[in-house]
């Protein structure tokens, strides 16, 4: 691995998302973010998918940028429920050509 990716580079450059067409997220209690003092689902998550509004008291999430790494569900585990999107729909992992002799997508 350290042929193509180093300690500078960007991990997630090798990432696409194709996302579906409605929100695999599902926050199940709005109630419970606005009594939530440290909301730790808007720093675990390495794609910024969750955003608190603290004017409108509301979670905001952007389910369009989610990578799939579950680390929502640890942080939050009775409060946001993650369900992986079908329709052959989410995250693509992409190696690079000069790996794979050709783009492969996993």
Same mark, same amino acid.
């Given at each position: ?13 090798? &990432? ?16 419970? !973010? ?34 799939? !790494? @579950? ?9 946001? @429920?993650?369900?992986?999107? $079908?329709? $052959?729909? @989410? ?9 794979? @002799?050709?783009?492969?997508? &996993?």
């Amino acid at each position: 691995m350290d042929r193509w990716l180093d300690e500078f580079s960007d991990p997630l450059q090798w &990432v696409s998302i194709d996302p579906p067409a409605e929100s695999h997220i599902k926050v199940k209690n709005e109630k419970n !973010c606005q009594k939530c003092d440290m909301r730790p689902c808007t720093y675990i998550c390495p794609a910024q998918v969750y955003r608190w509004d603290e004017a409108a008291k509301h979670l905001n999430v952007s389910y369009q940028r989610c990578i799939e !790494c @579950g680390a929502c569900v640890i942080a939050c585990p009775q409060n946001i @429920g993650l369900a992986w999107p $079908g329709e $052959g729909k @989410g995250v693509y992992y992409q190696l690079p050509a000069e790996l794979s @002799g050709g783009a492969i997508n &996993v």
